[in-house]
């Protein structure tokens, strides 16, 4: 009698906890939502690093004579980065439609609650490094995981921020499918 007991409560448990499992989908998976508080898109970050390259080099070009051979390299290197800064990949229009984080005038905030930092399909390595202003490391990691809902478009490296820092310096190493490696800083405040 105590076996058959048994064999009747295991087997309910067994059916109820399927049925719990169809009803809520698969629970152990690592799902993650992006929302504005929770992300930084590496193309964004890449793009305000770009622009003030950019800038700096425009004022360094702007106070050298005319004939300094320094001049003709600087140049170049604006171009560069110029041509860098057109081949970024805007995720709208690849009909993506994320919720764009932290909207402020100069484009150059922390979410609050930053942990994940998204990449575009096309790269193939990434490190983030995270520093405090004082630039000691505070977060690193290089484990690049594709995001299914965005059908794979995108991918994301998860480095938890501490949401009472001041100030973060970010800096992303990557090599996209064309074999190139790009690096970019760039300091933000609260």
Do not use: W
């Not at 609050?112 to 790269?123: A, M, Q, S």
């Not at 991918?155 to 973060?168: F, L, M, N, T, W």
Request: proline share 4%.
């Amino acid at each position: 009698m105590k076996t058959k007991l048994f064999i009747t409560i295991a087997f309910l448990s067994l059916l109820m906890t399927s049925c719990i499992k169809d009803y809520l989908g698969d629970t152990g998976g690592d799902k993650i939502e992006l929302n504005s508080e929770n992300y930084l898109y590496d193309g964004d970050l890449e793009r305000i690093f770009l622009e003030e390259q950019i800038d700096r080099l425009t004022d360094e070009i702007a106070q050298l004579d005319e004939n300094d051979p320094k001049i003709e390299k600087l140049i170049k290197q604006r171009v560069n980065f110029k041509d860098r800064l057109a081949q970024i990949i805007d995720l709208s229009a690849v009909g993506l439609d994320l919720v764009i984080p932290c909207d402020t005038p100069n484009g150059k905030c922390v979410p609050r609650l930053l942990e994940y930092f998204v990449f575009y399909k096309n790269i193939e390595q990434a490190v983030v490094y995270v520093k405090n202003i004082n630039g000691e490391n505070i977060g690193i990691s290089d484990k690049l995981t594709p995001l299914p809902e965005f059908k794979n478009e995108l991918q994301y490296i998860r480095v938890p921020v501490d949401s009472h820092a001041k100030g973060i310096i970010i800096e992303i190493i990557k090599k996209d499918d064309q074999g190139n490696e790009i690096t970019s800083t760039v300091t933000l405040n609260r």
